[in-house]
């Protein structure tokens, strides 16, 4: 069982930058598959960012390349989501999920992902 929780999310303006961090218990954090997911109001969930267990490889959404970076510390139990250059569509609740999946994979689908966090909202003004 692993329990997430997600910090860093806030109100800001467009091209600024915030830094998610999500905070797993449980010793087999190393283990898992973690993806970044977001949902904004009246939309379906998304996927952003997924990152393989050992840090190795990244995936991203096309919307975020090359503004948004996934990292992982497994020390320390935990993963993050670089967000720069933040636009007013960026807006929405973001959630971390880890994958149960026994592979050193990226994971890109929600189906994928066994254990999501309570999320965090993330507003990007105009």
């Known amino acids: 069982q692993v329990q997430l929780v997600e910090s860093g999310g806030g109100l800001v303006q467009a091209g600024g930058s915030l830094r998610l961090s999500c905070a797993a218990s449980?010793?087999?954090?190393?283990?898992?598959?973690m993806g970044w997911f977001r949902q904004a109001p009246g939309k379906e969930r998304e996927f952003v960012a997924a990152?393989?267990?050992?840090?190795?490889?990244?995936f991203y959404v096309d919307s975020v390349k090359g503004r948004f970076t996934v990292s992982r510390d497994n020390a320390k139990n935990t993963v993050s989501l670089q967000m720069n250059s933040l636009k007013p569509e960026d807006t929405a609740v973001y959630y971390c999920?880890?994958?149960?999946?026994?592979?050193?994979?990226?994971?890109?689908?929600?189906?994928?992902?066994?254990?999501w966090g309570q999320g965090t909202q993330v507003t990007v003004s105009s």
């Open positions: 999920a880890a994958s149960s999946i026994i592979s050193d994979v990226v994971v890109t689908t929600d189906t994928g992902y066994n254990y």
């Open positions: 449980g010793r087999a954090f190393r283990s898992y598959p």
């Open positions: 990152i393989s267990r050992s840090g190795a490889s990244t």
